[in-house]
């Protein structure tokens, strides 16, 4: 026997002892091994990040599985469909929305942009979070100082108040245009929007003594630029937030999908109010964006939602920022 070949077979002799022994400790193979239970829990759903001199806040509202894409964008063949969706790794049978609702404390004031649903499991029991998220980002509701939503569709104004008409926001200030607020708390629309018009009724008029009107243009806080962005609804506004040399733009339903209404932007969506003055908002604002390299964040992207669009062909490719915890 060699000298290496000595030194190998000591080494696996020790290895083998090192291993009973170890069995010899801690019993059988078996039981080391025991399988771990399943936790079924994720890491708290908010982010944190910088904006110049702001600190801002992305909580989640949960999951909205939205269904059939096939039924939900309009204009595109199945086939064309399915390309998208397919090339890009996602699933051709249902298109899961996320809601990435922002939330910025300027040093002064504790903005909240959108809420939710809220109570109403219109789209399933995973949304309705908010709340859960604030608290797990160590934000406590009583010190929100604004709401300002994005127009006054279900899932971004169901969390305002409870099913008792409590505010869930009870020392904030309400914004929102008059023209989304006139349109969606009007009893005489078409029954098929009821739960459209009870939502916004409900969240909207017991906060009518601290609701402010939002003009296009306007500082609507300090930092907080306002651009209207009509066709998702009369109303829908986008927000751009400024704090030194940085920005975001809260986009809120300016686009719903990351692909199929990017690639193709006057692909037409069924939950628009007007759908054509939606897609030609959608081109101009995210052109601007693009142009600007605007750093923006969209309520419905995949998880936390913001990043960057460049023009790409006749649309756009959006480029999800890496998070920096």
Same mark, same amino acid.
């Given at each position: 026997m060699t000298k290496l070949d000595f030194a190998l077979s000591r080494r696996h002799l020790l290895r083998g002892a090192s291993a009973a022994g170890a069995l010899g400790a801690f019993g059988p193979l078996n039981s080391v091994l025991a399988k771990a239970p399943m936790l079924g829990t994720q890491a708290p759903a908010f982010y944190r990040f910088k904006i110049g001199d702001f600190e801002a806040t992305i909580a989640?509202? %949960? &999951?909205?599985? $939205? &269904?059939? !894409?096939?039924?939900?964008? /309009?204009?595109l063949s199945p086939e064309e469909t399915d390309r998208q969706l397919s090339q890009n790794f996602l699933p051709t049978d249902n298109t899961i929305l996320e809601q990435?609702?922002? /939330?910025?404390?300027? %040093?002064?004031?504790? /903005?909240? =942009?959108?809420?939710? $649903?809220?109570?109403?499991?219109l789209f399933g029991p995973t949304t309705g979070r908010l709340q859960s998220s604030l608290k797990a980002a160590g934000i406590d509701p009583k010190d929100i100082d604004a709401v300002v939503m994005t127009h006054a569709h279900?899932?971004?104004?169901?969390?305002?108040?409870?099913?008792? &008409? #409590?505010s869930n926001f009870p020392n904030a200030q309400f914004y929102i245009t008059q023209a989304d607020f006139d349109f969606w708390t009007d009893e005489g629309k078409p029954k098929e929007m009821k739960t459209f018009i009870d939502t916004a009724r409900k969240n909207l008029i017991p906060n009518r003594d601290r609701l402010h009107f939002i003009k296009d243009g306007s500082e609507v806080l300090p930092g907080v630029h306002a651009i209207l962005a009509p066709g998702h609804t009369v109303g829908h506004t986008i927000f751009m937030v400024n704090s030194g040399k940085? +920005?975001?733009?809260? *986009?809120?339903?300016?686009?719903?999908? !990351? /692909?199929?209404?990017?690639?193709? !932007? $006057?692909?037409? =969506? @069924?939950?628009? #109010?007007?759908?054509?003055? +939606?897609?030609? +908002?959608? *081109?101009?604002? $995210?052109?601007?964006? @693009?142009d600007n390299k605007t750093r923006m964040l969209a309520y419905h992207f995949a998880w936390p939602g913001i990043g960057h669009v460049a023009k790409q062909g006749d649309g756009f490719r959006w480029y999800p920022e890496s998070i920096v915890l």
């Open positions: 989640t509202d %949960g &999951g909205l599985p $939205l &269904g059939d !894409p096939h039924k939900n964008y /309009i204009g990435n609702a922002l /939330i910025v404390n300027t %040093g002064d004031k504790l /903005i909240l =942009f959108d809420t939710g $649903l809220g109570n109403l499991h279900v899932d971004h104004l169901g969390g305002n108040n409870q099913d008792d &008409g #409590t940085e +920005s975001l733009c809260y *986009v809120g339903d300016l686009a719903h999908h !990351p /692909i199929l209404l990017l690639e193709k !932007p $006057l692909t037409e =969506f @069924a939950y628009d #109010t007007d759908p054509k003055m +939606s897609a030609k +908002s959608r *081109v101009k604002m $995210l052109s601007m964006l @693009a």
